[in-house]
């Protein structure tokens, strides 16, 4: 989706970082509770120290539905998380994202017509009524509102096996909600979930979008437990087996943590797979002089690097690179927006239309309230 930024004045792009420091501080102060800074862990340091909560996609969801005091909510995260946020605050709150171009490939690997067209082949051969569409938070409002409609539910990395429970979960008689599920856009996460739950690879095949009914057989579309859809984080992807074996000669003592956005080869090799958050706790409860190498994205890894003098924190990849669209927001927009508000111009709020909003804050709600 072609998403439009506007160029940022040279006020602002010429701007020394000190300068903008002191420009975000004073037009954080203006503001007072009317703002609130929500900040992903793969945001920059010059953005996330202005942050006045940091978390994962999932605790930052919670944020968004649980305070209702902040005027406005800048979103230094991409731009799903934005619009969920816009689903998940009240109707007086304004959510803005500094730059419009922070997307997110995975989430794009996924668009409504394609779902709905999936969902229409996977009606030709399997009961649909027995099928539980299961998106990751890294999708567009459309399809939130798809799975909503359609007695589905949304999940972050850190709640994905309890949302694929209660998909598949049976009632007091027997009954299953689903004896399927449709999971995108990550193939991953759904398969090392699935995976976790005990299901093998006979209860996974891949649907590929580009290939009529996914590419599958008949008898595995009925028979199938976890479709997963044919996507994947370009950042995630990108963390190996062999990196994990060349950190372990190198650390035979060291800790692995990675993100089940990487492949399953590679988290069955790992100490430890979790969520954003859950990478964050796994360096704190590790004892002092630890050795810890993460498959996740280098601004949190850097970060945890700093923030944990008494450990060494390093990404399993040498020649890693950032989430190019999560890195789109620096100081120069956080101070565009912000001096925007004290001037009173709302910039580059996201909305999501009501229609689909009603039904993705269903998805969005059940996953809260399952989780
Ligand atoms: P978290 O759910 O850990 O916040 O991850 C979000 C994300 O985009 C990872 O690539
Ligand atoms: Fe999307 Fe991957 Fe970036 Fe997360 S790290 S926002 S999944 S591209």
């Keep these: 989706m072609l998403r439009l930024q506007t ?3 040279d006020d602002y792009t010429k701007a020394t970082t000190g300068q903008l420091a002191e420009r975000i501080g004073a037009a954080k102060r203006a503001l007072g509770s009317r703002v609130i800074v929500l900040g992903h862990h793969y945001q920059r340091d010059e953005v996330m120290a202005w942050a006045d909560v940091r978390g994962d996609s999932f605790g930052l969801s919670r944020i968004a539905a649980d305070q209702s005091d902040a005027e406005y909510v800048v979103f230094c995260g991409v731009h799903f998380m934005a619009e969920s946020a816009d689903v998940l605050t009240a109707a007086h709150q304004k959510v803005l994202l500094p730059d419009l171009n922070a997307g997110c490939s995975m989430a794009d690997m996924a668009d409504i017509g394609s779902v709905e ?5 996977l009606g030709e051969v399997t009961d649909i009524e027995k099928v539980v569409p299961v998106t990751y938070m890294n999708s567009a409002a459309a399809l939130k509102a798809f799975v909503g409609a359609h007695g589905g539910i949304v999940c972050t990395s850190s709640n994905a096996r309890a949302v694929l429970t209660w998909a598949l979960a049976r009632d007091e008689f027997g009954r299953s909600r689903g004896h399927q599920v449709l999971f995108f856009p990550d193939q991953h996460l759904g398969r ?3 995976y976790q739950l005990g299901y093998g690879p006979e209860d996974m095949a891949v649907w590929n979008p580009r290939l009529d009914h996914g590419g599958l057989e008949e008898t595995t579309l009925k028979n199938t437990t976890l479709l997963l859809w044919k996507g994947h984080c370009s950042v995630h992807q990108r963390f190996s087996p062999d990196q994990i074996a060349s950190f372990r000669s190198e650390h035979p003592q060291g800790i692995v ?3 089940p956005e990487c492949a399953h080869e590679v988290v069955e090799l790992a100490d430890q797979v979790g969520s954003t958050d859950a990478i964050i706790r796994a360096v704190d409860e590790a004892p002092s002089g630890s050795v810890i190498g993460v498959g996740t994205e280098i601004h949190l890894v850097n970060r945890l690097d700093h923030e944990n003098p008494d450990k060494t924190v390093v990404s399993l990849d040498p020649l890693v690179c950032p989430c190019s669209t999560m890195f789109r ?6 101070a565009w ?5 004290v001037d009173g111009q709302v910039r580059n709020r996201i909305t999501v239309d009501e229609a689909t909003a009603s039904w993705a804050r269903v ?7 399952t989780t």
Excluded at 329 to 334: K, P, Q, W
Excluded at 337 to 341: A, D, H, Q, Y
Excluded at 363 to 369: H, P, T
């Design 329 to 334: 927001i620096d100081a120069s927009h956080l």
């Design 337 to 341: 927006v912000l001096e925007g508000l």
């Design 7 to 9: 160029p940022l004045p």
């Design 363 to 369: 998805a969005l709600q059940r996953m809260l309230s």
């Design 192 to 194: 090392n979930t699935g």
């Design 117 to 121: 067209d999936a969902w229409v082949d």
């Design 257 to 259: 943590l990675v993100h």
